[in-house]
C-alpha cells in the first residue's frame, strides 16, 4: 500500500524565514515523488517533482530514500508563498495518492 | 492551450440521487484521472481512463462510475447518492498512462443534503 504523511496541517513562518514542509512516504517499490501547490481561489497545480531536480520559485525538495521523506524547503519565505501544499507519489500505476496538506501562513 | 475544465462548478443533490460530473482534458492529453476531495483531506484517487478504457481503480464502491469519449472528455457518475459523497471532485489529465504530471481542473463541489 502507499501512504503519504504531511505531520502538520499549519505551519505559520514570519517572511524571510526559511520554511520547511514535511513529507514522509510508504511504498515498496521505487515511487515518483511531487509537491502541489493550491494558492487562494486557484487549481491545484505542479510545483515540483523529484526526478527533474529543478528549484521552482526559489523551493527544492530532495528525496532521501533511506529517511522515506521529501521534505520541501525554502531559505526565505515570501508573502506570496501562503498557499495549500500537498505532497503527493506515484508508484508504477499514474494514480496519485496524496497527503492531507499543510497550509503555509507567511506573515509579515 | 487549453487546460483543464470541468462542469459544473458546484451543484446540489439530494440524498438517493444520481448526478453527472463533466471533464475536458487539456489539448493533447489522453489519460483522465478523477479524484474525491473531501474537507480538510488531500485528494483521493477514485479512478483513471486511458484511450477510453479504465485503467484503475481506487477504493471507491461500484456507484461510482465512469466514461471517456473518443475527444478524451470524461464523464463521472454518481448513483446513490449519499451524505458523505459532499467534496471536490477534480479531475486531471496527462499525456499518456504512466508517471506524467497530471494537469488538474478547478473541480466541481458536490453538496448532498
Known amino acids: 500500500a502507499q501512504r503519504v504523511t504531511q505531520p502538520e496541517k499549519l505551519l505559520s513562518v514570519f517572511k524571510g524565514a526559511p520554511v520547511e514542509l514535511k513529507c514522509n512516504y510508504s511504498?515498496?517499490?521505487?515511487?515518483?515523488l511531487f509537491w502541489y501547490v493550491q494558492y487562494s481561489r486557484q487549481r491545484l497545480q505542479l510545483l515540483l517533482r523529484?526526478?527533474s531536480r529543478e528549484s521552482i520559485k526559489g523551493f527544492t525538495a530532495d528525496l532521501n530514500k533511506g529517511e522515506t521523506s521529501f521534505h520541501l524547503k525554502k531559505p526565505f519565505a515570501q508573502e506570496e508563498d501562503s498557499a495549500m501544499y500537498y505532497c503527493?507519489?506515484?508508484?508504477?500505476?499514474?494514480?496519485?495518492?496524496f497527503g492531507t496538506g499543510t497550509r503555509l501562513q507567511v506573515t509579515l | 492551450e487549453t487546460g483543464v475544465t470541468q462542469s459544473p462548478t458546484h451543484l446540489i443533490k439530494t440524498r438517493g440521487q444520481q448526478v453527472t460530473l463533466r471533464c475536458s482534458s487539456q489539448?493533447?492529453?489522453?489519460?483522465v484521472s478523477w479524484y474525491q476531495q473531501a474537507l480538510g483531506q488531500g485528494p483521493q484517487f477514485i479512478f483513471q481512463?486511458?484511450?477510453?478504457?479504465?485503467?484503475g481503480r481506487g477504493n471507491f464502491p461500484p456507484r461510482f462510475s465512469g466514461l471517456q469519449f473518443p475527444n478524451y472528455s470524461s464523464e463521472l457518475n454518481v448513483n446513490a447518492l449519499e451524505l458523505d459523497d459532499s467534496a471536490l471532485y477534480l479531475c486531471?489529465?496527462?499525456?499518456?498512462?504512466?508517471?506524467?504530471?497530471?494537469?488538474f481542473g478547478p473541480g466541481t463541489r458536490l453538496l448532498v443534503l
Open positions: 503527493a507519489l506515484t508508484g508504477t500505476a499514474s494514480k496519485l495518492t
Open positions: 511504498y515498496s517499490g521505487s515511487p515518483e
Open positions: 523529484h526526478i
Open positions: 489539448s493533447g492529453h489522453n489519460t
Open positions: 481512463y486511458y484511450r477510453e478504457e479504465e485503467n
Open positions: 486531471a489529465s496527462n499525456s499518456h498512462s504512466g508517471r506524467e504530471t497530471q494537469y
